[in-house]
């Protein structure tokens, strides 16, 4: 299973970035995808996830209403439309997947995600 990032970069606190994360390798049809972020000293949390099949998502209370969670199947892709930034959303941003739980709505643990992405920087200024 291979996950490839893209999309982050350096954007000013209320404009817009989207992230793209390519799966490739997955033997199941259905599977739960999400994005964490982390900042220096400080542990990998979730932002979003969902099921690939469209059922529930989680958000990150931080993000909620501001960020969107979604998939294109025919690409593989899925992406993470970030709006409103803050300077606070400053973070590598991970893909990631191969969950064994908890599954959306509930919150994600990053310690039970088995495939993750090389990262992506987001900066907020």
């Known amino acids: 299973v291979q996950l490839v990032e893209s999309g982050g970069g350096s954007e000013q606190a209320g404009g817009s970035l989207r992230l793209s994360c390519v799966v490739s390798?997955?033997?199941?049809?259905?599977?739960?995808v999400g994005w964490f972020r982390q900042t220096r000293g400080n542990e990998r949390g979730g932002v979003a996830t969902?099921?690939?099949?469209?059922?529930?998502?989680y958000y990150a209370d931080a993000v909620q209403g501001r960020f969107t969670i979604s998939q294109d199947n025919a690409k593989n892709t899925v992406y993470l439309q970030m709006n409103s930034l803050k300077s606070e959303d400053t973070a590598l941003y991970y893909c990631a997947t191969g969950s064994r739980g908890p599954e959306p709505p509930n919150t994600p643990i990053a310690a039970f995600f088995g495939y993750w992405g090389q990262g992506t920087q987001v900066t907020v200024s």
């Open positions: 390798g997955m033997k199941y049809d259905t599977y739960c």
């Open positions: 969902m099921y690939t099949g469209g059922r529930a998502t």
